[in-house]
């Protein structure tokens, strides 16, 4: 008799008890008869499920792209790429960086066993080969990537010991055979293509103790030419750096996509204030010898104008030493003889560089607005700093179509003795230690893992930053309006000090991020409802996590336990292991009764 109330139920008071179970619950329930299968498939009852167990803020919206709420639950729980299939042995020590090919065929890693080994991408992962960089004096390699067309392999690397140089080289993936090799200071710039043929490198000359030059170099891939008269360098930008800062991690975002992205990000809920546009100090110089003489008489002329008016100085308060970063107010202060005591040297050369900034640096000829895109301009992304050595600013400077080229004069385009620096276009600082940056699949959004400064910390001395958070900040940037435009994401953590802090690459896809960490453990969340869905274990710090560019199913993690690991969704397991095409009815339910099997 009871059982016979339950059936008569009406479907109203049957949506309200489905409203107290859990989402499994739910679909074992689901199974009793169609009608109740019909109640359990409520797009109420899934939206309140949804939001219920993934502890999403109901303000967020459903993603643009589901059909449904049971299908959105579905996805998340389903299409994550966490179960490990494969564990890849070949490296000898720590595995540091991973990198796909555009086609997904094929992957390259980098370790410190001073190799780069290609693999075959097919359903149990084989290595196709391993290229030794030991006989060209490298520690070890550090960073790959492979061009747009995926006939050649960038892959850069760390010189000796003591070095701060390294050197880019360009393997031919047809026959595995070494095209050219770059050098490339400091090795940390990595380097990265601009297009099938042409690379960027990276030089720097000190200029002082505290100051330096930066020169960015655009380099042809094949440099066995026929003429002497064609180029295969040629400078692209000459930038100069304050406070011992100098250009890390260069990468090229495309900007033809910035109009259709993939994934906008732009509900309300989500916004968060906006990232300074304002000028960097631009200081920057070139391999030349007569451009760093040039460059010295410059600073040390400046540096005697300054002398010649200035009393001897020495900090008293707080509010004092926050005038370091408004140099043009410091110096007023200087001349009027409201400031007391002395300056040191690294202060006063910093001074001096931050005043000449503006005035000796090259502004662009062509008057088009930074806002304005130009077709066919990419955007050159790097990181920087002002206030001390730790890159702590995210710097982004236009390429336009015609300086895509090394035609023209090996040292770029004409400079007067006023006009001897690059301007950069934006800059953005996010207050804090930057350990890692990845663009998403569109080019639209900049994803930037920073490890915090303490609020309202004062930086006195750029040699001695202020200490780091544990805490790994994963910020998203939208590079079409130069603002943060999503909350903070937060899960994975980092230990070593400001003085060992070590870049840790993430990787994002089109619904997706992931990022490696110090906790032994990859990340992965959603982009659209900033969420972490999975935790991806090692034995040992997470270097580098890579999504396939054609199935966002299929990540790997490199670890500095040595080994590569192979994750993939639940549902490409299923697909894998299925002998034949399942019912449609077993397929509804197969992404639960799966996971309890």
Same mark, same amino acid.
């Given at each position: 008799? !009871?059982?016979?109330?339950?059936? %008569? ?14 989402? !499994?619950?739910?679909?074992? *329930? ?34 643009? #792209?589901?059909?449904?709420?049971? $299908? ?10 966490? *179960? !490990? ?9 720590? &595995? ?12 390259? @890693? %980098? ?35 492979? /061009? ?13 010991? =003591?070095?701060?140089?390294? !050197?880019? #080289? ?63 360098? +040629? ?14 991690? &260069?990468?090229?975002?495309?900007? /033809? ?42 600073? $040390? ?8 008016? *200035? ?35 690294? =202060? ?5 560089? +931050? ?6 640096? +090259? ?130 953590? #980092? ?13 994002? @896809?089109?619904?997706? *991020? ?30 580098? &996590? ?39 009815? +077993? ?6 009764? /799966?996971?309890?099997?």
């Amino acid at each position: 008799m !009871e059982c016979a109330t339950m059936y %008569c139920l009406p479907d109203s008071i049957l949506y309200q008890i489905f409203l107290n179970l859990s989402y !499994e619950e739910v679909l074992v *329930v689901s199974q009793v008869c169609r009608r109740w299968y019909a109640v359990s498939r409520d797009e109420f009852l899934w939206k309140e499920l949804f939001y219920q167990y993934y502890r999403i803020d109901r303000c967020i919206p459903r993603h643009p #792209a589901a059909v449904s709420w049971y $299908e959105e639950f579905k996805r998340l729980y389903d299409t994550i790429p966490c *179960v !490990e299939v494969q564990t890849l042995k070949d490296h000898q020590d720590q &595995v540091l960086h991973l990198s796909f090919s555009h086609t997904g065929y094929l992957f390259a @890693s %980098c370790s410190k066993d001073c190799t780069v080994k290609i693999w075959n991408n097919d359903l149990v992962i084989s290595l196709l080969h391993s290229c030794n960089m030991k006989p060209y004096s490298w520690r070890y390699t550090q960073f790959s990537q492979f /061009n747009s067309d995926d006939t050649l392999l960038l892959v850069s690397g760390v010189f000796g010991l =003591q070095s701060s140089s390294g !050197e880019i #080289a360009v393997i031919s993936l047809d026959d595995f055979s070494l095209l050219s090799r770059v050098r490339n200071k400091p090795y940390d710039v990595f380097g990265c293509w601009l297009d099938d043929t042409h690379l960027i490198s990276g030089n720097l000359h000190w200029i002082g103790s505290m100051t330096s030059c930066s020169v960015l170099w655009l380099n042809r891939a094949f440099q066995d030419i026929e003429s002497e008269d064609v180029n295969v360098v +040629k400078r692209l930008f000459k930038l100069q750096n304050l406070n011992a800062s100098t250009i890390r991690t &260069v990468m090229v975002a495309d900007c /033809n996509q910035h109009n259709n992205p993939h994934l906008l990000l732009d509900y309300e809920s989500q916004l968060a204030s906006s990232a300074s546009t304002c000028r960097i100090f631009d200081l920057g110089s070139d391999s030349e010898d007569e451009d760093l003489r040039m460059c010295k008489e410059i600073t $040390e002329s400046a540096r005697e104008d300054v002398a010649d008016d *200035v009393k001897p100085l020495e900090w008293k308060t707080n509010e004092e030493m926050e005038m370091e970063n408004e140099p043009q107010q410091l110096l007023n202060g200087f001349l009027d003889d409201s400031l007391q005591p002395a300056m040191t040297e690294p =202060q006063l050369e910093a001074t001096t560089a +931050k005043l000449l900034v503006k005035s000796w640096s +090259k502004v662009d000829s062509d008057e088009i607005p930074t806002s304005e895109i130009v077709e066919g301009q990419k955007y050159l992304i790097f990181t920087t700093g002002c206030l001390t050595y730790s890159p702590h600013q995210i710097g982004i400077k236009r390429i336009l179509p015609h300086q895509m080229t090394t035609l023209g004069p090996v040292l770029g385009e004409e400079r007067t003795s006023t006009e001897f620096f690059d301007r950069l276009d934006h800059t953005i600082d996010v207050h804090g230690h930057i350990i890692g940056m990845g663009l998403s699949p569109d080019h639209r959004y900049l994803y930037v893992n920073s490890r915090a400064w303490p609020k309202n910390c004062l930086i006195t001395d750029p040699l001695h930053p202020p200490p780091i958070a544990e805490e790994i900040d994963l910020h998203v940037f939208d590079l079409k309006t130069m603002c943060e435009v999503k909350r903070t994401l937060r899960a994975h953590k #980092a230990y070593t000090p400001n003085d060992e802090c070590f870049f840790i690459f993430l990787d994002v @896809s089109r619904d997706f *991020v992931a990022s490696g960490a110090e906790d032994r453990h990859g990340y992965i969340w959603d982009r659209h409802y900033n969420i972490c869905l999975a935790k991806l274990q090692h034995g040992d710090v997470v270097n580098s &996590v890579c999504f396939s560019p054609v199935d966002q199913e299929l990540l790997l993690t490199a670890s500095d336990d040595r080994t590569i690991k192979v994750w993939r969704s639940p549902r490409v397991l299923r697909i894998m292991h299925s002998k034949r095409p399942p019912k449609p009815r +077993k397929l509804m339910f197969s992404w639960y009764l /799966n996971q309890n099997s």
